[in-house]
């Protein structure tokens, strides 16, 4: 079955720092990958999206992704974050011979500090 | 546009009860999905509808039943409540599939069950 996995359940970061959050699945063939933000009370949004082509992926907010084919990952990175980053964030994958189900990451919490 | 819309926001239920989470849409969109957003699982897929008339099992079916009879709605209901649905619901859209398209979250709506 497929899954998908996010390496930190929380991270905490000082303002104008890097972050970067793991996310890898479990699928050898065809996928595609989002990650999806969820900002404190709010719905989920999408940040950005990779089907296929260049596999660095650049999405709104200054987020970008790259799909690493070998390692079954698609990291999620931003140069440097700002309070109103502060959110959960999710990867999500959609793979296999139905392309109508995406499974959800468990998320990562990740909170900026002023 | 109205976008996803959800209701109720909250609701408190004892075991065994029954009830129905509405969603609606007006963007005119085919695909539909429901997933329960839970601490540290992120989202599973409960049902998802890719037309009206059609549905299907997601990851966590059991418990819950769904039905499409207009492209607009999609409520999910909940034949007998238990503690373990106790949870954050998300109703999902997206104009057709989601290998080229963005799924739309409603707001949610947060059951609890006692």
């Known amino acids: 079955a497929q899954s998908v996995s996010q390496h930190n359940h929380h991270v905490i970061l000082s303002e104008a720092a890097s972050l970067e959050l793991g996310c890898n699945y479990s699928?050898?063939?065809?996928?595609?990958l989002f990650w999806y933000v969820q900002y404190p009370g709010q719905h989920l949004q999408l940040l950005l999206k990779?089907?296929?082509?260049?596999?660095l992926v650049k999405g709104i907010k200054g987020f970008e992704a790259e799909f690493i084919k070998s390692k079954f990952s698609f990291n999620l990175r931003k140069p440097s974050v700002q309070w109103s980053d502060t959110a959960e964030y999710f990867c999500?994958?959609?793979?296999?011979?139905?392309?109508?189900?995406?499974?959800f990451g468990p998320g990562t919490s990740l909170s900026v500090i002023p | 546009n109205a976008g996803v819309t959800q209701t109720p926001k909250f609701q408190v239920l004892k075991t065994g009860q029954s009830m129905t989470l509405q969603c609606a849409q007006d963007?005119?969109?085919?695909?539909m999905s429901w997933y329960r957003q839970d601490p540290g699982m992120g989202l599973r897929l409960i049902h998802y509808?890719?037309?009206?008339?059609?549905?299907d099992q997601g990851e966590v079916p059991n418990g819950y039943n769904v039905s499409r009879s207009t492209t607009e709605d999609f409520p999910l209901r909940l034949l007998s409540a238990a503690p373990s649905q106790t949870s954050v619901y998300f109703c999902?859209?997206?104009?057709?599939?989601?290998?080229?398209?963005?799924?739309?979250f409603g707001p949610g709506t947060r059951l609890l069950v006692l």
């Open positions: 990779y089907f296929s082509g260049d596999p």
């Open positions: 509808s890719v037309g009206a008339g059609i549905t």
């Open positions: 699928y050898g063939g065809t996928v595609n």
């Open positions: 999500a994958v959609n793979a296999g011979t139905s392309y109508d189900k995406v499974i």
């Open positions: 963007m005119n969109h085919e695909y």
């Open positions: 999902a859209s997206s104009l057709q599939g989601l290998v080229l398209e963005t799924q739309y």
